[in-house]
């Protein structure tokens, strides 16, 4: 062979060489640009407050822009910017007027009255009135659209004795109907819909008419959201949102997204981030972050049609053998508070501090099992024929954990409990066949209980996982729900709070805290309401953050 | 050849309609109902029944499949479910970004790939060689994810070179549009040349290592060639045929097949849009990405067939 001069070689040794005197200096901070601020820099504070763009980073990308059937958290971020609702949460958990002013029932409940704010108006100029909440009631009924198509089933008719009046004749009194109606239901504009022939497949992605502070101008899907703020919001302190713009960024990777924070690529994240990030950014200078409770809780259901389950000994021997300090210290790593019942602490005016929870405890829960009839025959540290299956969602991080330590637990207490993690799609097919012992998940948004409990616990409840039918309970849940009295549906709220807990239906492990990042350093003004859905983006807080 | 072409076409409609069939028939009878997670809590009963009717489920199965293929011939491929939007805006939206970024890769690949494998043969057993081989071996293993975020960690976050994820900076046009698309394109494609290099180099450097055995080699250099002449014109010509086929494989996962380089980078592309599908099973949208993807590996391998034939003469399309 001829002889050749090295000459690859010594490319190729200078540029490892190259590589890892690069690599050995990740030590030190290099030449790391300032972030860019968001505003001009200038000797003088800036007059006023108005101004400035925030960028908001989110995991995925709006899927749907129509506010009537959208349910995904991510379209709800930025929809609820445009689409008002007439009743909205504050920062205690409570439900306060929002585009209504005020709501109440006439004729023992046949009637149920909005009362509307009569300053706001849609970003084209046209007034916000009782015209839209008729007709976006109506749609929303006659098609049987999304989330609210349920709520509507026993309303007559809708009319508008006035521009800002919305009554609804009712076929009977449903007390929790104005509440959560409110709550959910967002109001679309009639002069622009009411040319759409189908609402329900209306993809609404282009000139979108909203209400809210801010209005969709520009986006491409897969990269960003651009909104702009809009000139009339009687609802912000100054007549109209401080920031000029607000951009949301998609980054499907929550990692890419921390880093963009931390470089100030974007001014904070919508999503919370996980538990094991709070460490890095909390050391993070201009990042602060906020603890905002979840609107729901994770729990595990017992099926009452499985013939151990359908006792309630067994139940509640199951919830003592479940630790749940441990699950919420060790799995969620703090972030989570405890729920002895099945409303969740955060709704103040509904829950029922004076329950007790179960306390873990594997011997009395091996006493209950024996006291009612088991036996542990052939010496296998179980008793004999117990034997139960648990569905999750093996995607589901925190879930998959503590389901470990379930099983675990529950081995002490002699009971044999087999995991069946599956992808999401079987989980939520399984579950809604009801083939399953146990079932752990986590409710999102349960706002309002004398209506949730009787899709929890009547037996023509859909989420009834559990099979239950119980007589009591069942007349419990309707005097909660059908009655007027005000005091009277508290009273009946906590009673099937007490008789819950009291038959174990459900074992309530916690309620997440999650945590949310945003930038201080260049903006304030940040207000964090209860749960993800609101947390700093609810439309009163985005309205009036600021830059400093 | 004219014959030729016509038969390999008409397969290749043959192999789409079997691969359009069977992942029409998979979407459904897999478990999982696309109605459920429209509305969770609050479903009813009817509403279950609209949204299925929305969606074309209610109706039998060899029903759907007639109107679907009916539909297909029209062009059309359907509405997503989630989104109530033509899947062809969909995909054609995200697909020349997809292109673009697996595109470049593909060419940097090859023109770093193939000098690197012929080096690594011709130097057999020196320091290039092991150099080469050590590279390769570590850009096969390692975690994509890992090394993208690595990549964004050093030189998006710590040294400020390069933008942190994305496509482009929003609201530039023209040239300036032209750089920064350029510019988001940086480390993304050094991921995936890293990720992807190592098969080409070291097939080429076993194909090169047997055909430099050969007796022609042999034969060629006596006659006096120049070694770069047998190096080039003889042996890579020859051992270039199995990298072709990699080639022609490869191709065909140009439009989904880089789906956690465009999840870390944040980039717009068809894989993560597939991704995403999957779990919101969102059949329109993943029937069409199919077909897309079906038809890319036709092409792809009508176009290595044809390649084939123009580097070795022996090869007879009969």
Redesign the interface.
């Known amino acids: 062979?001829?002889p050749h001069r090295?000459r690859?070689?010594a490319v190729?040794?200078l540029f490892?060489t190259g590589a890892l005197v690069?690599a050995g200096c990740?030590g030190s901070?290099?030449?790391?640009?300032p972030p860019a601020p968001s505003t001009t820099p200038s000797g003088t504070e800036p007059a006023s407050k108005f101004g400035g763009e925030l960028k908001i980073g989110v995991l995925?990308d709006v899927?749907?822009f129509?506010p009537l059937?959208s349910?995904s958290i991510n379209d709800n971020w930025i929809l609820d910017l445009m689409y008002p609702t007439l009743i909205t949460m504050n920062e205690e958990g409570q439900k306060v007027p929002y585009f209504a002013t005020d709501w109440y029932y006439e004729d023992d409940g046949m009637k149920a009255v909005f009362k509307l704010r009569d300053d706001m108006q849609w970003d084209d100029g046209t007034p916000f009135t009782a015209a839209d909440v008729k007709y976006t009631a109506e749609i929303v009924q006659r098609?049987?659209i999304?989330?609210?198509?349920?709520?509507l089933t026993d309303v007559a008719s809708v009319e508008t004795p006035d521009d800002y009046t919305v009554v609804f004749n009712m076929t009977k009194p449903y007390g929790p109907f104005l509440t959560t109606l409110g709550y959910w239901l967002k109001i679309v504009p009639k002069h622009q819909w009411e040319s759409v022939e189908k609402p329900?497949?209306?993809?609404n992605?282009t000139d979108l008419i909203g209400a809210g502070p801010f209005k969709l101008v520009k986006y491409?899907?897969?990269?960003?959201y651009?909104l702009h703020r809009v000139e009339h919001f009687p609802l912000a302190p100054e007549g109209k949102a401080y920031l000029d713009k607000i951009?949301f960024?998609?980054?499907?990777?929550m990692?890419?997204a921390i880093?963009?924070l931390?470089?100030g690529?974007i001014d904070a994240i919508a999503n919370p981030v996980p538990a094991a990030s709070v460490h890095d950014l909390e050391g993070t200078p201009g990042i602060t972050l906020s603890k905002t409770p979840s609107l729901g809780y994770t729990h595990m259901t017992y099926n009452t049609q499985n013939p151990h389950l359908a006792k309630a000994e067994v139940r509640r021997a199951l919830i003592h053998a479940t630790n749940k300090e441990a699950i919420r210290q060790v799995v969620l790593l703090g972030n989570a508070i405890a729920i002895p019942t099945v409303v969740s602490p955060v709704l103040s005016e509904w829950y029922d501090d004076s329950i007790k929870d179960y306390e873990f405890d594997p011997d009395k829960a091996k006493e209950l099992l024996t006291q009612a009839g088991y036996s542990d025959g052939n010496g296998d540290g179980f008793f004999d024929g117990l034997e139960l299956s648990l569905i999750y969602d093996s995607?589901h991080a925190n879930i998959s954990k503590w389901v470990t330590m379930v099983a675990d637990d529950a081995a002490k207490a002699g009971i044999k409990i087999n995991l069946q993690g599956m992808?999401?799609?079987?989980y939520?097919?399984?579950a809604?066949a009801r083939e399953f012992d146990i079932y752990a998940g986590s409710?999102?948004v349960?706002d309002e209980p004398a209506d949730?409990f009787a899709?929890l616990f009547n037996p023509d409840g859909?989420?009834n996982y559990g099979n239950v039918d119980d007589p009591e309970l069942t007349a419990l849940i309707d005097k909660a729900r059908f009655t007027m009295d005000q005091d009277v549906v508290k009273e009946a709220v906590t009673a099937v709070q007490r008789y819950v807990a009291d038959k174990a239906y459900v074992n309530t492990l916690y309620v997440e805290t999650y945590n949310v990042a945003y930038n201080t350093d260049r903006f304030e003004g940040y207000t964090v309401y209860p749960s993800d859905l609101l947390s700093y983006l609810h439309p009163l807080s985005l309205s009036q953050v600021h830059r400093k | 050849m004219q014959s030729y072409l016509i038969r390999r076409l008409l397969r290749g409609l043959l192999t789409m309609l079997i691969s359009v069939t069977l992942t029409f028939l998979i979407l459904r009878l897999m478990?999982?109902?696309p109605t459920?997670?429209?509305?969770?809590?609050?479903?009813?009963?009817?509403?279950r029944q609209?949204l299925l009717k929305?969606y074309g489920l209610d109706k039998p199965l060899i029903v759907q499949y007639g109107v679907y293929i009916r539909e297909l011939l029209r062009g059309n491929l359907g509405?997503s479910f989630?989104?109530?939007?033509p899947v062809s805006e969909?995909l054609m939206?995200?697909l020349p970004?997809t292109l673009l970024l697996t595109g470049s890769s593909f060419v940097l690949t090859i023109l770093l790939g193939i000098p690197l494998g012929v080096?690594a043969a011709v130097?057999r057993g020196?320091?290039?060689d092991r150099?080469?081989n050590a590279f390769s071996i570590v850009g096969c293993a390692v975690f994509v994810?890992w090394l993208a975020?690595t990549l964004?960690?050093?030189f998006?976050?710590?040294?400020?070179l390069f933008?942190?994820?994305?496509?482009?900076d929003?609201g530039v046009e023209g040239l300036e549009k032209v750089i920064s698309v350029a510019y988001h394109l940086v480390l993304p494609v050094v991921t995936l040349v890293i990720i992807n290099l190592a098969s080409y180099v070291l097939f080429l450097r076993t194909s090169m290592i047997d055909v430099l055995h050969e007796d022609f080699i042999r034969t060629a250099r006596a006659k006096g060639l120049a070694?770069r002449v047998v190096t080039y014109k003889h042996a890579l010509r020859n051992a270039f045929l199995p990298t072709l086929t990699m080639m022609g494989l490869q191709l065909g996962y140009l439009v989904g097949g880089a789906v956690l380089t465009?999840?870390?980078?944040?980039y717009?592309?068809l894989g993560?849009?597939i991704y995403?599908s999957v779990?919101?099973?969102d059949y329109p949208v993943l029937q069409g990405a199919f077909i897309l993807l079906a038809f890319t590996v036709i092409i792809a391998n009508i176009f290595t067939d044809w390649a084939y034939g123009i580097l070795d003469p022996r090869i007879r399309y009969e």
């Open positions: 062979m001829a090295s690859w070689s190729l040794a490892l690069l990740g901070s290099g030449t790391q640009q995925a899927g749907n129509n059937v349910n098609d049987m999304g989330l609210c198509g349920s709520m329900a497949e209306y993809p992605n491409e899907k897969g990269q960003y651009e951009f960024r998609v980054y499907p990777d990692n890419t880093l963009a931390k470089k690529d995607g992808e999401r799609n079987t939520l097919a399984k809604q409710w999102g349960m949730y899709l859909y989420i | 478990p999982g109902d459920l997670l429209v509305a969770d809590t609050r479903m009813t009963e009817e509403l609209s929305l509405l989630r989104q109530l939007q969909i939206a995200r970004w080096v130097r020196r320091l290039a150099v080469i994810p975020i964004l960690y050093f998006g976050y710590r040294w400020s933008p942190i994820g994305g496509a482009q929003i070694e465009e999840t870390v980078f944040a717009p592309g993560r849009l995403e779990t919101q099973l």
